[in-house]
């Protein structure tokens, strides 16, 4: 097993804990040199929060237990490619790196509908040099889609 399926797999174990407690199934890991920094679960439904993705609550405590603005040094890891406002965080946030489990095209009807959005168009229409990686623990991560109990929501 490698550092991205490691890592990837405490997201896992993120999306599932936020599963159990009525959350939409989305975890998120943030890390430096192999070393978590902040991991998170989705928060939407118990905070009445429609900005409590686990990508952003991700990148705040990174943020903040770092006490700097930027993560450049930090690997992204995510069950799910991120919608456009948490793609948009890490941007803001100078990440380079991101991993993803679980991609809007291959979840079909389960995904949200954003047209033709990616992470790569969303890099391109920016101007962001950012390295991705794909299908990291994939099979894992769409199952949490195909049996989430929670209707996804933007």
């Known amino acids: ?36 920094i902040a991991q998170a679960r ?3 439904v118990s905070s009445s929060d429609s900005t409590a993705h686990s990508e952003l609550l991700a990148i705040r ?18 069950t799910c490619e991120p919608c456009p406002m948490c793609l948009g965080a890490m941007f803001n946030a100078g990440l380079k790196h991101l991993i993803l489990g679980a991609r809007l095209r291959d979840l079909g ?6 047209n033709d959005y990616s992470v790569e168009r969303f890099a391109e229409l920016v101007g962001w040099d950012l390295t991705l990686v794909e299908g990291v623990r994939q099979q894992e991560c769409e199952a949490l889609y195909a049996d989430a109990a929670v209707k996804f929501s933007r």
């Open 109 to 114: 009807d389960i995904a949200f509908a954003f």
């Open 61 to 78: 405590a990174a943020t903040t237990g770092l006490g700097r603005r930027t993560l450049d040094d930090c690997i992204f890891y995510g």
């Open 42 to 44: 989705s928060l939407k």
């Open 1 to 36: 097993m490698d550092d991205h399926e490691t890592l990837m797999d405490i997201a896992l174990a993120e999306a599932r804990a936020g599963r159990e407690l009525g959350e939409q199934p989305f975890g998120a890991v943030i890390a430096s040199q192999g070393r978590v």
